[in-house]
């Protein structure tokens, strides 16, 4: 997605609730922003100190009986980039690849055709937003794209020769956000795993890890799942799982979908990681994918502001929205997800990660 990661609405949207549960609170928010589900956590290292789903997986069903339920899964968007980072991760410290590995190091043949500003672009540029890259973070922008064929590997790495012919994207920024900067950063570890993104995924996260994932939309790969929801001519509507609308070519940036339990875990094995213990990974790869770089490292946006050193990082294809923050120095993490990508449930979401953060109880 975009560069939604918004620091400062943070600090505009915190209400004071005495006395008021964060059930009670998250319905106002969900009623008042039209937000059919919500899902919500507080997680330590040690425990997930809350945890709770409420709502409806369809807008149309908001006066029945809730179906919302803990296994229901949430769209992450570009919060997969955390993810994707995080089993590249595995790969460097498994020695197949560096985080310096230069991508022309790996496809010389590639070179010839690529523009030139890439010629020396590496695996920590890509995750980092470094490289330059074109965002595509646009619908419009894949509309433009030359038909790709194959499997989805096979297209992703067609995507991702065509996008290092594009002229390189440069405003001046520390980085310049792109969904296409990962399809080409997951090549590399695709080539030296000899793995798809997939295979990659479902080895590390859900067989070692017991953390279960879906790649695309809830209800495209179960039933009874969430639906995603968007705005049309000011009215809410429900996206069903046959719309053509999907990710393709991008989807190690922003196409995986879990419920909050899972998810919960995958922030509790960054958190203690970040508090100095050797998990999946040692901590010292924690601590340099959360602050490899000012304001952005590897999937995670970072800031630090009084005395707060924060890891962040908001997600949406447009039909879910998700936020997820980490702060580093109380070793707590906080999570709000929901199935509408609309500006208001977007609002909604930073409303309720200010009571979470601001109102423990």
């Known amino acids: 997605m975009p560069k939604t990661i918004i620091f400062s609405l943070l600090i505009f949207l915190s209400i004071s609730v005495n006395g008021q549960d964060f059930t009670q609170i998250a319905g106002k928010i969900m009623e008042r922003d039209s937000i059919p589900e919500m899902a919500f ?3 330590t290292k040690d425990s997930i100190i809350i945890k709770k789903v409420l709502g409806h997986h369809k807008i149309s069903e908001i006066d029945d009986k809730s179906d919302a339920n803990l296994s229901d899964y ?35 043949d590639l070179i010839v055709g690529s523009h030139t500003n890439y010629k020396h672009i590496t695996l ?14 646009s619908g ?27 002229p390189p994207f440069d405003n001046s920024n520390k980085y310049n956000y792109s969904n296409a900067g990962y399809s080409v950063a997951t090549l590399m570890a695709e080539k030296v795993s000899g793995k798809s993104w997939e295979e990659l995924i479902n080895i590390f996260l859900s067989e070692e890890l017991n953390i279960d994932v879906a790649f695309g939309w809830p209800n495209r790969n179960f039933e009874n799942q969430p639906f995603g929801h968007w705005s049309e001519n000011g009215k809410i509507v429900s996206i069903y799982s046959d719309n053509d609308y999907n990710l393709k070519m991008a989807e190690p940036a922003g196409d995986l979908s879990m419920n909050i339990e899972n ?3 995958f922030i509790q ?32 946006g970072n800031y630090t502001k009084n005395d707060e050193a924060i890891s962040e990082h908001a997600g949406s294809d447009g039909t879910f929205f998700s936020y997820s923050q980490i702060d580093r120095k109380k070793l707590i993490g906080y999570i709000v997800l929901v199935n509408s990508g609309a ?19």
């Open 41 to 43: 956590a507080v997680v």
């Open 74 to 108: 949430f769209h992450l968007g570009s919060n997969t980039k955390a993810i994707t980072s995080f089993v590249i991760a595995k790969l460097v410290e498994s020695e197949k690849i560096d985080w310096n590995t230069k991508f022309f190091n790996l496809f010389p």
């Open 124 to 137: 920590a540029d890509l995750l980092a937003h470094k490289a330059n890259i074109q965002p595509f973070t």
């Open 140 to 166: 419009a922008a894949y509309q433009k794209l030359p038909k790709f064929t194959g499997n989805k590997q096979e297209m992703r790495e067609k995507f991702s020769q065509y996008v290092l012919t594009l």
């Open 263 to 265: 998810y919960a875990k």
């Open 269 to 300: 094995l960054n958190l203690l990681g970040l508090a100095g213990q050797d998990n999946f990974l040692k901590s010292r790869t924690y601590k340099f994918l959360h602050t490899a770089s000012d304001e952005y490292a590897l999937g995670w």
């Open 343 to 361: 500006e208001s449930a977007q609002l909604g979401v930073f409303e309720m990660i200010n009571h979470l953060k601001n109102n423990k109880k």
